[in-house]
Structure formats: structure tokens, C-alpha cells
């Protein structure tokens, strides 16, 4: 039985999306790319296009479409033709519907929304692993979660109305979030 491929992964900063997109790859047998972790890497490298992106991340606001475009394009078109998790991109509507019309003969097989409350994404934000992000402080993650409720929670209204968004509570342990995940997939597998 063939489990979907081509995943994204959307929810709020402190979602889980991160761990259990390596989760899902790791089970799928495909790789799992993470927006974050690509920006992250870029900032920590400290290349021109790192410095552009750490001004925006700092802030807590998103990275520009073109910007992230630029940074993730190559990584984008290969991964998805070998199936892939993908988590934080697309972010915006506007980036949705680009994304959609540019997969052409690998479309999005599922979009899964991971969804918290807001003192529990900012909990695990605040709770993460030091050093993990510099602007894992309260502000930041309490105004990146506004950016999120404005920018990128009306793009889960475009995915549902194309069949594809599934939505997993994301406020239990991660044992139980993948337990969901992987019986989601599966039942979609089989056709339930």
C-alpha cells in the first residue's frame, strides 16, 4: 500500500513541524525540508543572502517571497519529484497559489495543519533547545504567531477547498502527533 509522498506540513511557531516532518520522512523513506532549517543555515553561514534573511527573522517577521524563493528554489524542485515533507513554505496565500500552479506532474498529495493554541506554541518556543533560534524570546514568538494568524492561516482555506488540507490536534506529546499522523496517512492510503 502506497502512503503519500509529497507532504507539507502547516501550523503556528512551536506546532511541532520540524520534528514531525523528520518523523514522517524518516517513516516515508523520502527527505524531509524544512524552511526553517534552510534559512536558519543560511543566517549561521553568514552569506549576504544569511544577513537579508537574519534582518527579517529577528524582527519576527516573514522572509520576503523573493527572498525565499531565491533560497529554496533548487532545493524545491528536486525534492519534490523524489516526494518529500515539507515544512514552512508556503507561508502566505499569495505564495500558496504560485506553489499549486508550479508543481505541474508532482502535485501535493496532503496538506496536514498541525494545530496548537497559542500559549502552548509559545511554550515550546521558549522551551526549545538553547541556541536553537536567536529569537526564540517571548515577543518574538508571541508577534510570529501574529504574522502567522494573519498571513498564513487564510492559505488553509485555499488547500481545503482543493481536498487537501487534514487537520491533527498538535497540542498532545510527539509520540501521539505521530501515532495521528501515521494512521492519517494510512487510512488515506487505503482510500477510507
Excluded at 502552548?120 to 501574529?146: F, M, N, S
Aim: charged share 30%.
Amino acid at each position: 500500500m502506497r502512503v503519500t509522498a509529497r507532504l507539507l506540513l502547516v501550523g503556528p511557531p512551536g506546532a511541532g513541524k520540524s520534528t514531525q516532518g523528520s518523523l514522517l520522512a524518516a517513516s516515508l523513506g523520502v527527505p524531509h525540508l524544512s524552511t526553517g532549517a534552510v534559512l536558519r543555515e543560511e543566517v549561521r553561514r553568514g552569506s549576504p543572502v544569511g544577513r537579508q534573511v537574519g534582518e527579517y527573522m529577528r524582527a519576527g517577521e516573514l522572509v520576503p517571497d523573493w527572498l525565499l524563493r531565491f533560497v529554496l528554489e533548487h532545493q524545491l524542485s528536486s525534492a519534490l519529484d523524489a516526494g518529500v515533507v515539507l515544512d514552512g513554505y508556503p507561508r502566505t496565500l499569495e505564495q500558496a497559489e504560485r506553489f499549486i500552479r508550479s508543481l505541474g506532474h508532482a502535485p501535493l498529495e496532503r496538506v496536514i495543519e498541525l494545530a496548537v493554541d497559542d500559549e502552548t506554541a509559545v511554550r515550546r518556543v521558549l522551551g526549545r533547545a538553547p541556541g536553537a533560534r536567536a529569537d526564540d524570546d517571548e515577543q518574538t514568538a508571541r508577534a510570529r504567531l501574529g504574522v502567522y494568524r494573519e498571513q498564513t492561516e487564510p492559505m488553509l482555506e485555499f488547500f481545503r477547498s482543493r481536498g487537501l488540507l487534514e487537520t491533527v490536534d498538535g497540542n498532545r506529546c510527539k509520540e501521539t502527533v505521530a501515532a495521528d499522523l501515521g494512521a492519517l496517512l494510512r487510512a488515506r492510503a487505503r482510500g477510507a
